[in-house]
């Protein structure tokens, strides 16, 4: 049975970091697409980072380049979302999720291209 189980969500200030953890069991995450991707009630789920499974390419979403860093562990078979800088806009529900290898080019920030995913973690931004 596939599953992804996603940590590390909590509450933090504005400026602050949190890094959370997307653990698979039942797959090798290395041999898949993995993205995160995240919602706020009343719209829609939004892609924040994925990675690839050939070359380990990672993709993000311009409203978080260069405070957020997308990373695996093959040994633990995680994959970590290293968020700095926090806002309140980044708040929402984070979700992993796992999709077909992308041989060529970089992943896809789509929801629709990935079909396995976790239960989601809360992060909550705000002074």
């Known amino acids: 049975q596939l599953q992804l189980v996603e940590s590390g969500g909590g509450s933090v200030q504005p400026g602050g970091s949190l890094t959370l953890t997307c653990a698979a069991a039942g797959f090798t995450l290395d041999l898949w697409t993995v993205g995160w991707f995240r919602q706020v009630p009343g719209k829609e789920r939004e892609g924040v980072s994925c990675?690839?499974?050939?070359?380990?390419?990672?993709n993000y979403a311009d409203n978080v380049k260069g405070r957020f860093t997308l990373s695996r562990s093959s040994s633990k078979n995680e994959v970590y979302l290293q968020m700095n800088s926090l806002k309140p806009e980044d708040t929402g529900i984070y979700y992993c999720?796992?999709?077909?290898?992308?041989?060529?080019?970089?992943?896809?920030?789509?929801?629709?291209?990935?079909?396995?995913w976790g239960q989601g973690t809360q992060v909550t931004v705000s002074s």
């Open positions: 999720a796992s999709g077909p290898a992308v041989l060529f080019g970089v992943c896809e920030l789509s929801d629709a291209e990935y079909t396995s």
């Open positions: 990675i690839s499974s050939s070359k380990a390419r990672t």
